[in-house]
């Protein structure tokens, strides 16, 4: 083989890698959302959507005028929640929750979920990075 052979299996190889790359990364796009105002609610579940790609918990929320709003809490995304242990049963209509996360820019009442407290049984769902994780409180 030529010593001019390998540098360019490699070189060919190169755009194949950063197509991977971009792709991963746009998937994973927070750009939608605001992080630079994050905001706090509290409400209580009307429905868990455990859904592909990514599961979203519908809750309602009394706003400052006193109507009852639905926001919709984007999470991570369905095969690292299963693998943290999380399933469609996870959350149940009428639970009590506090979320945290940051606002979309684009939809009204709209969260991407940092963290979410359920003070019934201490649940903690907190997003680190692109990992979710899982604990309770006491645990």
């Known amino acids: 083989m030529s010593r001019w052979a390998c540098p360019l ?21 927070l750009s939608g959302y605001d992080q630079s105002r994050p905001m706090a609610l509290e409400g209580v579940v009307a429905e ?12 309602k929320v009394r706003a400052a005028n006193g109507q009852v709003e639905d926001w ?15 399933t469609k049963d996870s959350f149940k209509p009428g639970e009590r929750v506090l979320a945290r996360g940051d606002p979309s820019r684009r939809k009204a009442n709209e969260l991407y979920l940092r963290r979410l407290d359920r003070p019934s049984d201490g649940l903690r769902y907190e ?13």
């Open 48 to 59: 868990f959507r455990f859904a592909h790609p990514h599961p979203f918990l519908i809750i």
């Open 127 to 139: 997003q680190v990075g692109f990992s979710p994780r899982v604990s309770y409180a006491g645990k």
């Open 9 to 29: 299996i490699v070189a060919a190889q190169i755009p194949v890698f950063v197509a991977a790359a971009t792709s991963a990364s746009a998937h994973h796009s």
């Open 72 to 86: 919709q809490l984007e999470m991570d995304n369905l095969f690292e929640l299963d693998a943290i242990g999380m």
